[in-house]
């Protein structure tokens, strides 16, 4: 690509992933330099990501020390641009939301440009908790992989969802206001790709809808989020949606149809290098260092909005590419929900089961079947808390296959929920006007303002579950009656 010679030098600083390097970075640095960006080898952070001590809330906290001593002794300017890659993105997160909370107009970061960022989760980090983990990633560091971290980095942990209210959603009961993306705060920008790995061992974690590593709707920072309160006697109380933090606008999130988690951080991939052999054309490989140019040569909020909306419709275009691939699954729409369930007293509920239908009575019909077997994809339990559930919706067979099963002419999707009883004298939803029997729409097909389910989206789901205690749990009798 062309360099711009009327570019004004601005200093980026890169910060890469769990158990990656800076050394995977000086192609991309190399990039930037050659388009007149300001970046040396200074810049490149490293941090301890291998070590079963070491959480992302240390590196961020070990973060703030480092920047606030550089820009004190004139190494590092009072504004620049960060790039990050994969779990570098909580990182930043991290500093930002604990750093800079109540003060996010002082921070120096403007442009954050996020590649392929693990947002919401991966699902390799359960692989790398593992024994296969161990022997793959853990060979050399006395057979550590970073557990602090991938507790993190699980699909659905307790981090995200706390993360999550940081920066991106404000709960019911929330009583924080801070924002920390807008105007005249910090820009976001996310690119990932949707091409899985083509490699052998590599493909052992390739899922539809992903880039071999990170989901496309958990590396995209808008999130959805509401509570559902099954102690509420009317129906209009129970659910309640939460707000977001963007005030009323979205993140850029642009999808690669030809990029890997690897090779996103590569803009000028040369043959030699394109290690999953994936085809493209010469524009395709171009567009991964167009849109990180676009972001960091973005210098107002409108023109912010404008690459907003531009990159949704590319991002269509990546989707249509489904009509006529070979693997028309790479393309597909996702979407993650991450569910947390506890009683009306806080404690989490373990034992609970979610059901999806079509139907208010709950038929076994062909379109309840293709929903379990082409929509739900993957249900995870989070191994550090099983009241934290993910599950992975492909949104493309939602609205191409599930609906057009569907009888009647407004076709929705319902959720609801079951629980096992803590014990003898204690059950859930009894006496209860609304109980168990509360059916919520959750989306719908047509109807497109009222769709809660988002494409490429991570939603934040939190159910309340009543308690309600027998009859023997507490009486009162009258003295002289005994």
Known sequence: MEARRDRMPRQVLIIHGWSDTSKSFKSLANFLRDNKYLITEL?????????????????????????????????LLNTFDVIVH???????????????????????????????????????????KSMLGRIVKGYNNWFQTGQGMLNDLELGSQYQWELAQRDILITPDADDSDYYYGPDLVWPFVIVGTHPYTSMLRQIV???????????????????????????DDPNKAVQLWESRLNDFSIPLSILPTRTHGSV?????????????????????????????????????????????????????????????????YFHQYMQVNFDVSDDFGNPINDYFLEFFSNTAKRNDTANVYLHHSVIEDVKVNSQNKSYRNIYFDRTDLIEGYYPQVP??????????????????????????????????????NEVAARWLKRNTTHFVRIILPRQPSEKVFTLTRFDKM
């Open 43 to 75: 810049w490149l952070g490293d941090y301890i990501s291998l070590d079963d001590d070491v959480r992302i809330t240390d590196i961020g906290k070990r973060m703030a020390q480092v920047i606030d001593d550089m820009i004190e002794r004139g190494g």
């Open 86 to 128: 994969s779990t570098g993105g909580l990182v930043v997160r991290e500093w930002l939301t604990t750093h800079y909370r109540k003060r996010a107009n002082e921070c120096p970061m403007k442009r954050l440009v996020m590649l392929a960022p693990a947002n919401y989760g991966s699902k390799l980090a359960a692989t790398g």
């Open 206 to 232: 390739n899922e539809n809808g992903a880039d071999g590593t990170v989901r496309v709707c958990a590396a995209n920072l808008n999130a959805q989020g509401i509570t559902i309160d099954f102690g509420q």
């Open 265 to 329: 951080v590569d803009p000028e991939r040369a043959e030699k290098d394109n290690q999953d052999g994936i085809m493209e054309t010469a524009e395709e490989k171009a567009q991964l260092g167009q849109f990180i140019l676009e972001a960091l040569d973005c210098h107002t909020f409108d023109q912010y909005r404008e690459i907003q909306q531009k990159w949704a419709e590319f991002n269509e275009k990546t989707a249509a590419r489904r009509l006529q691939s070979k693997n028309p699954d």
């Open 408 to 445: 009647g002419k407004n076709p929705v999707l319902y959720l609801s929920i079951s629980a096992a009883s803590p014990g003898k004298n204690v059950s859930y939803f009894s006496r209860q006007k609304i109980g168990a029997d509360l059916q919520l729409p959750i989306h719908f097909q």
